[in-house]
C-alpha cells in the first residue's frame, strides 16, 4: 500500500517507499492492508490544501512527511453506506487560526495499491439507495418536469427538483426515480446551532451545502409528495427532517396534520422523522398521528460533548432521551443517527456511554453516519485530548455493539417496513 499525496494543482500521485497512515485525535497510526477496502464508487477524493500529508516510512519506523513537495493530504470522501474508520493523516502547515477549515465532508484515509484506490472504511449497509451510478440523470430530468406538470402549484415539488438538480441530492433523486425513500423538508427553522449544520453557518468561515427550505409547506402540499411516492413505490419510506431544512418538531402541527392526510389515504409503507427530538410532547404526537419511526442525531451519548456540538436552544439533552421513550412507549421504531468521527467514537468512554443508552433505551437501529466536519477542529471544539490506548477502532466498536445487543440493526439508511421485517429477530 502506498502513501496518496496531491501537489498543489490537484494532481494526485503515489509515493513509492511509504506507506499509508492514518490519522484519529491528531493520533498517527500505521496502516494495514486489512484496514481499507477497495474505493467503492461514487466516492471522490479531496486535495486538502495547506496540509502537508504524513505517511509511515518503515524503514525508519517513523512517521514522515515526502521530502519532495509540496505533498498534501489526499482523502477519501467514501460514498453512502460506508463509514470511515480512520482520517486522513496530515499536519497543519499554517497556523490554525489562520487556516480555513475544511468544508463540510468526511476526510478518510486513502492508499493506492496494484493500480487501484483504497479506502479506510466499513461497510455498514449493503443497500444500493443512494449510489449515483444508479441514478439516471436523464430520467430524473424527464420525471421533474413531469411531477411539476402533475402538482403545478405544489412547491415541495419545486423545492425538490432544485434539491435533485442543482445540489445533488440523493434522497431527492429517489423522489424523482420514484424508488427507496422520499425526503419532506418542511421547517426552516431550527433550535440547534449545530457545528456540522449543512445548511446553515452563520457567522462562520465554513461554506454550507445545501441552502435551507424558505418555506413551510402545507399539509395538503406535503401529503402530496407522499402519497405520489407510496403509490408508485412497492415498498415506500418517506421522511421529515432533511439536511436542507431546520428542526421538524418546530412545525409539528403541519407535520400531524400531513401525516393524518396521509394515513386517511393509505396505511403502506413508513413515515419516518429524522430529528433532534427535542420535544417529547410532539414526538407523542406525532405517533399519535400515523408516525412509524424516528431517527434521533447524536454525535455523542454523553449531555457535555453532545452539547458542545449541537449547541441546543430550548430544549436539554434530557428531553431527547425522553422523547425516545415515548416513540418506544408508543410503539414506534427508533435509530440513532450516530455521527461517527474516528478517534471520537470509538473512545472507551465514548463507547461505554453509548451501549448504556443502547441497552437503557431499547434502540432498533444504529446508523453509522460518518460526522461530516474538519476532523482536528472537531476535536478542538470538543476540547478533548485523546491517547491512542483510549481507542477501541471504530470496526471494533461496531461489531462490539452488534454482538453485546444481537437484535439491533445496524446500516446507513432509514429501513422499509420489509426490511424490517428481515433483519429482526
Not at 427553522?189 to 435551507?212: M, V
Not at 420535544?279 to 454523553?302: C, E, Y
Request: with cysteine; net charge positive.
Amino acid at each position: 500500500m502506498r502513501l496518496l499525496v496531491s501537489d498543489d494543482k490537484g494532481k494526485i500521485f503515489d509515493v513509492p517507499g511509504i506507506e499509508p497512515a492514518g490519522m484519529k485525535a491528531g493520533n498517527f497510526f500505521r496502516l494495514k492492508r486489512e484496514d481499507f477496502v477497495k474505493l467503492p464508487p461514487g466516492s471522490e477524493l479531496f486535495m486538502l490544501p495547506r496540509r502537508a500529508a504524513i505517511g509511515y516510512d518503515a524503514g525508519s519506523g517513523n512517521f514522515t512527511a515526502p521530502e519532495k513537495g509540496p505533498c498534501f493530504a489526499v482523502a477519501a470522501f467514501a460514498s453512502p453506506g460506508y463509514t470511515a474508520t480512520y482520517n486522513s493523516a496530515y499536519v497543519e502547515i499554517k497556523a490554525p487560526k489562520s487556516l480555513k477549515p475544511l468544508p463540510l465532508f468526511s476526510y478518510a484515509a486513502c492508499a493506492f495499491h496494484k493500480g487501484k484506490f483504497y479506502v479506510a472504511a466499513v461497510r455498514v449497509d449493503s443497500e444500493l439507495r443512494q449510489e449515483l451510478r444508479f441514478m439516471n440523470a436523464a430520467l430524473i430530468r424527464k420525471n421533474a418536469a413531469r411531477f411539476k406538470k402533475i402538482f403545478p402549484k405544489n412547491r415541495l415539488v419545486r423545492h425538490l427538483e432544485k434539491c435533485a438538480l442543482l445540489y445533488c441530492c440523493p434522497a431527492a433523486k429517489n423522489f424523482f426515480l420514484s424508488r427507496y425513500e422520499a425526503p419532506l423538508p418542511t421547517s426552516p427553522y431550527c433550535n440547534a446551532f449545530c457545528l456540522g449544520c449543512i445548511s446553515c453557518q452563520p457567522d462562520s468561515e465554513i461554506p454550507i451545502t445545501q441552502p435551507r427550505i424558505k418555506f413551510v409547506p402545507t399539509p395538503n402540499e406535503i401529503s402530496e409528495v407522499a402519497l405520489f411516492h407510496m403509490e408508485n413505490v412497492a415498498d415506500p419510506v418517506v421522511s421529515f427532517g432533511q439536511g436542507c431544512e431546520g428542526e421538524p418538531l418546530l412545525v409539528a402541527d403541519v407535520i400531524q396534520k400531513a401525516i393524518r392526510l396521509i394515513r386517511k389515504e393509505t396505511k403502506k409503507g413508513i413515515i419516518n422523522i429524522n430529528t433532534n427530538a427535542c420535544s417529547p410532547n410532539a414526538i407523542s404526537k406525532l405517533f399519535d398521528a400515523g408516525l412509524d419511526s424516528m431517527r434521533v442525531s447524536l454525535n455523542s451519548a454523553r449531555e457535555m460533548y453532545y452539547n458542545m456540538y449541537y449547541k441546543p436552544r430550548g430544549y436539554k439533552f434530557r428531553d431527547v432521551l425522553m422523547s425516545v421513550k415515548t416513540a418506544k412507549k408508543k410503539g414506534g421504531f427508533v435509530s440513532v443517527n450516530y455521527l461517527t468521527m474516528p478517534g471520537f467514537t470509538d473512545l472507551k468512554s465514548e463507547f461505554a456511554a453509548f451501549k448504556g443508552l443502547i441497552g437503557k433505551y431499547n434502540i432498533d437501529m444504529v446508523q453509522w453516519r460518518n460526522l461530516n466536519y474538519d476532523p482536528l477542529r472537531y476535536f478542538n471544539q470538543l476540547r478533548i485530548n485523546v491517547r491512542p490506548s483510549e481507542l477501541l477502532g471504530v470496526r471494533e466498536v461496531i461489531k462490539a455493539l452488534k454482538k453485546k445487543y444481537a437484535h439491533i440493526m445496524t446500516g446507513y439508511f432509514n429501513p422499509s417496513k420489509a426490511r424490517i421485517r428481515r433483519n429482526r429477530p
